[in-house]
């Protein structure tokens, strides 16, 4: 029987370059689907630049959005990450301290999840329910990219990361 062959083994700088590197790209990949809805001010946040108490996105009104693709998320990690974050936000006067914290988070290999409190979920649900009232017999609004917005039925699976409808 033939010996599998043995990978060599990466350095810790090499691993580490990689992890970064598959979340810049995951954290570009949730931007772009958020520009998708709010248009050209969502943007990959500059935790480099503006310290680790900025959003991973920025640009979607009223969210403090963190990505995190890894082998396997902790979602409860990431969250304390946000809350701690939002804390430093806040304590430097940040306005970006109150918004709600989602957290867009993917397994190797598996679809994207979006993380809410669920007391945040609930709410969200509520103010689609009052357009869908609202709206009643108006067509329904457009994206930028030209995609109508139905929330009639069940999500859209896709092979791509999008914002699922409610």
Known sequence: MAKKPVKP???????????????KGFERTVAAAFREVYGDQ???????????????????????????????????????????????AKRKGDGRASDTPLIICKDDGEEPLAVLRFSDFVSLLGRVKQLEARGA???????????????????????????AQP
């Open 42 to 88: 969502v943007k990959r946040g500059w935790q480099a630049r503006q310290g680790s108490d900025a959003p991973d996105v920025e640009g979607v009104p009223g969210y403090w959005i963190e990505a995190k693709h890894h082998h396997k998320v902790s979602i409860r990690a990431a969250w304390q990450q946000v809350a701690a974050a939002q804390e430093d």
């Open 137 to 163: 017999g108006r067509p329904a609004p457009e994206f930028e990219n030209g995609d109508k917005l139905d929330v009639s039925g069940p999500p859209v699976a896709s092979d791509r990361l999008v914002l």
């Open 9 to 23: 083994k990466r350095s810790a700088s090499a691993v580490g370059k990689h992890s970064r590197n598959k979340g």
